[in-house]
């Protein structure tokens, strides 16, 4: 008997675990348009879900360390339409590229897919948000910052991030990589840190890492910046920032200040930037 009821709690466990599929299209990493309206439906009709394992696959079509950073984008493009809709993640979610390693089908197109791994949670009952709250402005605008402490976070850094609004975005310009890599120059370290103490300062904030690059006529080719974005991401995961706070993604040269071919040399250093979208700023400033 004893054995059974063990037997029929695991069995229970299991049952309890399900898995929802994402789609995509060839060598992209967003879901396609028939998958993104059914994650959304999956998202409407499942407030309960935890999500506790994401993981990415791709065809077998070109190089296979191609096809898992690949999937490792789908994945991320995953997590960040779970977090728009208020899914719960896991603080320890496992996310996985597994590129084009086991696959499910012979037809290629059901390999292009995201699994997310889930079970259903107890919701608890939130207060209705107060009526400032929901007219609340959104704006967009752009603040340079070039002036990280060295040994510590700025008081003016500080202060625009403290004063930051949904929407606005934080411009970086001293994070610098070397030439064509996503590895960031010794230099650049100091930044990374007041990012870090920024965000473990104040825990309610969440942002999104964007990336930028510079000279490079081809808007498609957004690998590097995602590979940049990501670098930062994986920095400040590494440091205990909790997923749920964090996003990235990599726009090439897409969204340029300057136009591209640049001009000169302080051009190409403005396009090859690092911005911070301020998605959820602080509630409540500390001390105050």
């Excluded at 390999?111 to 997310?116: L, Q, S, T």
Aim: net charge positive.
């Amino acid at each position: 008997m004893r054995f059974l009821a063990i037997f029929l709690l695991i069995t229970c466990q299991l049952t309890a675990q399900e898995t929802f599929k994402v789609y995509f299209d060839f060598n992209i990493d967003v879901p396609n348009a028939k998958s993104e309206s059914a994650l959304e439906k999956w998202i409407a009709e499942n407030p309960g879900a935890e999500v506790f394992k994401i993981s990415g696959h791709a065809d077998s079509v070109d190089r296979n360390d191609y096809n898992r950073k690949l999937s490792f984008r789908r994945v991320m493009s995953v997590v960040g339409k779970l977090q728009q809709g208020k899914i719960a993640i896991k603080e320890d979610v496992e996310l996985e590229g597994m590129g084009e390693e086991f696959p499910v089908s012979k037809n290629p197109a059901e390999n292009r897919r995201v699994d997310i791994h889930y079970r259903q949670i107890e919701l608890k009952p939130t207060p209705a948000p107060e009526p400032a709250e929901l007219e609340k402005p959104v704006r967009r605008e752009l603040i340079g910052v070039r002036d990280w402490g060295q040994n510590g976070m700025a008081p003016e850094v500080q202060e625009k991030f403290v004063n930051a609004k949904p929407g606005d975005v934080i411009r970086i310009h001293n994070i610098h990589f070397f030439l064509n890599s996503e590895k960031m120059i010794p230099e650049s370290s100091p930044v990374l840190s007041d990012l870090f103490r920024i965000m473990t300062a104040y825990p309610e904030m969440v942002i999104e890492i964007h990336g930028h690059m510079c000279c490079n006529p081809n808007v498609n080719d957004t690998a590097l910046s995602y590979r940049r974005a990501k670098f930062i991401f994986d920095y400040l995961r590494k440091g205990g920032i909790a997923l749920n706070r964090l996003g990235y993604k990599g726009f090439g040269t897409a969204r340029p200040i300057h136009k591209v071919p640049e001009k000169n040399g302080q051009e190409e250093l403005d396009n090859r930037r690092v911005e911070i979208l301020i998605k959820e700023p602080l509630k409540k400033i500390p001390g105050r």
